[in-house]
């Protein structure tokens, strides 16, 4: 059964208008009636860094739980945004962007990779401890812009430092869309037979004519877990200048049914909150 994490803090972090607390409640509380797996809701991150996310505490306390089978997942960059994010008991994982790029993980949350680790370590034992759970994303997994070292047996090696760590879900992330069907392939193939207690994701930013062969690459390798956001929209906006989108919900739901892999969504609720997407993500 293939497993849907929908992210609209990932459509919503980039785009250039500042989406009203009222409207995100809102729109997340649709979210929650259609019956995704997870829904990553909000970030812990710096308001100068990303300022569309400086409300996620307000946001998280709005939302209502009680007749969703969804679970909520928040994003932090560093263990100040982990130390309050565990104070929600709304939120049941944390996520962090852990990169196997050095220039991309001091660009985004200005630590080296050896510091991150550290802070992953941290990280694990606050989760722990506060009854959470920490996602680990490996950004920049299929490859980077900025020059630095780059191969599937780095991916591997920061990996089993996660598995160390007894992380339970390792998502690698397309930060710039730079995936292809060999590296996707060649990394779940040895990824999944190897980790068998880690559930390992795919994070994919693709284009409407690339998506199709991210994805299959990765189920046809045993991958269940995918991240999307509704009509596509998004990415990162700590990478490059231009934002590739996110992997669409729409066509993720084509998908598992073209491969008979239930998702147990319900139908008027994903109408509806399709429909609040045109207004939400409105130029």
Known sequence: MLK??????????GWHRIIPTEEKIAYLNALLKVGFDTIDFGSFVSPKAIPQMADTKDVVTKLDLSNSKSKLLAIVANLRGAEEAVTFE???YLGFPFSVSETFQLRNTNKTIAESLEQVHAMQELCIKNRKELVIYISMGFGNPYGDAYSPEIVLRYVEEMAKMEIGIVSLADTVGVADPFTITNLFRHLIPAYPNIEIGAHFHAAPDNWQEKVLAAYNNGCKRFDSAMKGIGGCPMAKDDLVGNLATENMIAFSKAHNEPLSLDPGALLEAQAMADTVFRN
Do not use: G, S
């Open 4 to 13: 849907l994490i929908e992210c609209p803090r990932d459509a919503m972090q």
């Open 90 to 92: 709304e939120i049941t």
